[in-house]
């Protein structure tokens, strides 16, 4: 219930974008050229001449049967625009995502198990500078180091999806695809994903810390329990109750970045094809966009609620 | 957290485990801590530094950050240019300088509107609850289900770049983070002593909630108003690096990486300047942020 109100807020939100516009949304989107019938035209195409409440009524039907109209300038179905698209940027942000997860949480469990060593100082020194840093620079940087000085991985552009070129391989037994797809993915994801790997890391190592002083863990602890398992077994599952939390809102983080990364490295995502279409004024495709963004974050946010009842046994949703 | 664009993480964090502490003595301790924080220092040190530049910009630029001159154009650092000149032959350092201007009043007007449009929501929510608090705290949900960068480009794209728009573009992306920290301090606040001391006597809710209650929850709204800095500034960078902030010729970080990428292989000195300068800002911002929050609540010391 609770989702379907923050959806239907959603879609009244992305609704009213357009008359966000100062003045005339049709005029701004076509131009001062336009002459009063294409005006008019494009004012009737987009149900602009009906009462507010009748276009949100249609809006929201057309969403119901998930159509988000027509792109005014490419012509094509928003829903077929951003379904090319969605593939690209989905693959870029699991990529950050598992890199953010795998980095930040050992990196966060090393540090909390030798506190003040010298791997916990950089590390959270380190760690401390990836939250500062600005998605864009770290992408520049990225380019000039590892694409324009050292030549190793292209600094732009995109190679055969993951999911295909992971099945040429398999099928014709030939890597090369995957190791193309993998260097064109390597700097782009990397970039966007260091934000959460800091955040991450400093947030794994500080839950961590906090429950290897609990009582049961000096309990285990004296049952004569190697520090595997009682890391393994007993603190790390309790440490990770609040991380699963910010591991789901940091995917809205990513999504967000995605669209600055995606400008960087030229990669043919979502994020791209916003840009696009604000350039163009293409209004329809920004709403859509704005709008498959939020229910994807909605939806994520949903699984992880459910997840955190299902390893809390302490929070249990009726 | 100046994550880049992030949604809030810290505001729970700090709104479950506070307590209405700070009376005079606290505040007294709490300073002292803050004091001893090197980390907190080192940021007060760059935010004082921002503040300089961005005040006596004109006294400081050795050159009028506006003035094309094609004939000294993309020069290296050297004598002459510190940190070298632009694609039209502007002074890069001059522009810093003045780039500094923009990032603070964007930091500190986006604050001030969304923490008091934020602030507001959440007192009312807080205090009043019942009907109050369902519509305002799903609003908020709604708000929040927009990651923050793409609320503020869809917000900039129909309202048109330009700094106005971006500082609301940012302020209503912002607020959601006061609302739920200021509502949450609120609940425990209202049932104190002393506010059933004011009921008692017949003051307006109202009267309670800015008079008795707001003063109570200053201290985790200040940490999140230094955090918000961070945020603030980096997401302008942001907007301007994507071409929907700032507008050509005014001199801001973000527009300066917006050209500099361009230049990347033959001239990087156009990049690394204006985005360490971002990069160190929203660290002192973090800095402080982190000291100001373990000050005002050691318990949540780290």
Request: net charge positive.
């Amino acid at each position: 219930m609770h989702t379907l109100v923050v959806l239907l807020g959603v879609a009244l939100l992305t609704f009213a974008l357009i008359h966000l516009t100062p003045g005339d949304p049709v005029l701004v989107m076509l131009g001062q050229d336009a002459t009063p019938a294409e005006l008019e035209r494009l004012r009737h195409l987009l149900g602009l001449d009906q009462p507010l409440y009748v276009q949100f009524a249609q809006y929201l039907g057309r969403l119901v049967s998930g159509q988000m109209g027509d792109s005014i300038f490419q012509h094509q179905p928003v829903a077929k625009l951003i379904g090319d698209r969605l593939p690209a940027t989905v693959e870029l942000t699991v990529a950050a995502m598992v890199i953010a997860i795998g980095i930040g949480l050992t990196t966060g469990v090393i540090s909390a198990l030798v506190p003040y060593s010298v791997f916990d100082v950089v590390a959270m020194f380190v760690a401390l500078s990836g939250v500062a840093m600005p998605v864009f620079w770290l992408g520049m940087l990225g380019i000039l180091l590892f694409a324009l000085q050292l030549g190793w991985l292209p600094s732009f552009g995109r190679g055969e999806p993951l999911f295909d070129a992971v099945g040429n391989w398999v099928r014709y037994g030939d890597p090369q695809d995957f190791v193309d797809a993998l260097r064109h993915l390597a700097l782009p994801a990397l970039t966007l994903g260091a934000f959460s790997t800091a955040l991450i890391s400093r947030l794994v190592r500080s839950a961590l810390l906090e429950v290897l002083g609990q009582d049961y863990v000096r309990t285990a602890r004296a049952k004569g329990l190697q520090d595997l398992a009682i890391v393994g077994r007993h603190a790390l599952p309790n440490a990770l109750i609040p991380v699963v939390t910010v591991i789901g809102l940091q995917v809205g983080t990513l999504l967000g970045g995605a669209i600055l990364a995606e400008t960087i490295f030229a990669w043919p995502g979502v994020g791209r094809l916003l840009l696009q279409s604000i350039n163009q004024r293409d209004y329809p495709l920004v709403q859509g966009i704005v709008l498959v963004t939020a229910l994807l974050v909605s939806l994520i946010n949903l699984v992880v609620d459910l997840l955190y009842g299902a390893i809390n046994p302490r929070v249990r949703y009726g | 957290m100046a994550k880049s664009f992030g949604p809030p993480q810290d505001d729970m964090k700090i709104s479950v485990a506070y307590r209405p502490t700070v009376h005079n003595r606290g505040r007294r301790r709490a300073l002292s801590r803050l004091q001893r924080n090197r980390a907190a220092l080192a940021g007060m040190v760059v935010i004082l530094v921002l503040v300089v530049a961005a005040i006596f910009a004109p006294f400081l630029a050795p050159y009028n950050p506006y003035t094309v001159a094609l004939e000294t154009r993309l020069q290296s650092p050297g004598a002459a240019h510190l940190l070298g000149t632009d694609e039209l032959g502007r002074d890069i350092l001059s522009r810093l300088l003045y780039g500094a201007r923009v990032s603070l009043w964007v930091g500190i007007v986006t604050v001030v509107l969304a923490g008091l449009i934020g602030v507001a929501g959440g007192l009312v929510a807080g205090y009043l609850g019942g009907y109050w608090d369902a519509v305002i705290m799903r609003l908020v949900d709604v708000f929040l289900a927009f990651p923050v960068i793409v609320l503020a480009i869809a917000i900039v794209a129909v309202r048109g770049p330009g700094l106005t728009n971006v500082l609301i573009a940012l302020a209503l992306v912002y607020w959601t983070t006061y609302a739920r920290v200021a509502r949450s301090v609120v609940l425990i606040l209202r049932e104190e002593e002393y506010a059933w001391a004011a009921r008692t006597l017949g003051a307006s809710a109202p009267r309670i909630m800015v008079r008795h209650l707001l003063p109570n929850a200053i201290a985790p709204l200040v940490v999140l108003a230094s955090l918000g800095m961070g945020n603030a500034i980096v997401a302008e960078a942001a907007l301007s690096f994507l071409g929907l902030g700032i507008q050509p010729p005014e001199a801001s970080w973000g527009s300066m990486l917006n050209v500099g990428i361009g230049f990347l292989r033959d001239a990087s000195f156009l990049s690394i300047t204006p985005g360490l300068a971002i990069f160190v800002t929203v660290l002192g911002f973090n800095l402080l942020g982190d000291g100001l929050r373990d000050a005002l609540d050691p318990r949540l010391r780290t």
